[in-house]
């Protein structure tokens, strides 16, 4: 028996920053302070890699992780220093995108933002996949067609924070498909085992919140334990993973080993209070 586990992690300083209905909708990581907050981040996931143990006693880091990131720069940067100080693969995946609603993603114009395509982003970080296809493609609306629908849970500008919910939901239960899958073709393939059980996310605190939410088992915030996400911080949940014959498993429940983590993070932003962000439904009322 072994663990997966997924974390899901922010970002850290921008530059700009993001002021809603002003914009700018697609900035970059700050230069140096939040390159050094992405390397404190994979500094973070790579000891964690290390540390893991199976059951069995024996060290569990080859139990590798594959990192996805939506396209948005300050994502897709951050991950390509984790995906790099791991040496694991890095992965476009449009289902964990910014929270597609006019405050976020559309200028004070009133034009629609769109972050870089996968071609242009591997011009930046060439260790993108650009083989990998996203299993929650944003949805492209086709003028005026009426029976342009999108398949349920895609992503689609605007979104309701309900939508944003299921999309992200969905979005985790094709990527678990995607790699329940992969294992399953290496070994009736009967190649070596997959070592990619484990994932990183990094994505937006509406979306991380949104894929915490699910993975905690709830569909209501009310409900929820969890509260704001901090700038750098890194939720982790695990479950077991046990092999049942040649190429079927048997899942555990998902347990919240850690939320918004930030003692990695350097100098003021350890503490985990400056630049935590929340959606409203999230808030607990004192």
């Not at 029976?147 to 500008?157: I, L, T, V, W």
């Not at 991380?208 to 915030?221: I, N, T």
């Not at 409900?223 to 077991?240: A, K, V």
Request: aromatic share 8%; proline share 6%.
């Amino acid at each position: 028996m072994t663990k997966q586990y997924v974390y899901l992690v922010r970002y850290g300083l921008t530059d700009p920053p993001l002021i809603e209905t002003v914009g700018n909708y697609d900035s970059d990581i700050h230069e140096p302070i939040g390159v050094e907050h992405a390397q404190a981040i994979a500094n973070f996931l790579l000891d964690q890699q290390q540390q893991q143990v199976g059951y069995d006693g024996t060290n569990n880091n080859n139990n590798a992780v594959v990192v996805y990131s939506d396209p948005f720069l300050r994502c897709t940067h951050t991950a390509n220093i984790i995906a790099t100080t791991l040496g694991c693969p890095h992965r476009i995946e449009e289902g964990v995108t910014e929270w597609m609603v006019p405050s976020l993603l559309v200028d004070k114009d009133g034009t629609m933002t769109k972050p870089r395509t996968v071609q242009e982003l591997r011009q930046m970080f060439p260790s993108i996949m650009d083989s990998y296809v996203s299993v929650n493609p944003v949805h492209e609306k086709n003028g005026d067609n009426d029976d342009d629908h999108p398949s349920p849970g895609a992503p689609q500008f605007e979104e309701s924070e309900q939508a944003l919910f299921q999309r992200v939901a969905c979005t985790l239960e094709r990527l678990f498909d995607h790699h329940h899958n992969s294992r399953q073709q290496q070994q009736q393939q009967q190649q070596q085992q997959s070592t990619d059980e484990s994932l990183v996310i990094v994505s937006h605190a509406p979306c991380l919140q949104g894929m915490a939410l699910a993975l905690e088992g709830k569909s209501d915030p009310a409900e929820s334990s969890f509260g704001p996400w901090s700038l750098g911080g890194i939720t982790c949940f695990s479950r077991d993973m046990e092999r049942n014959g040649s190429s079927s498993y048997t899942y555990g429940t998902w347990k919240c080993e850690f939320y918004s983590r930030t003692d990695h993070m350097p100098g003021e932003y350890k503490d985990g209070i400056k630049g935590a962000w929340s959606l409203p439904s999230f808030v607990r009322k004192q």
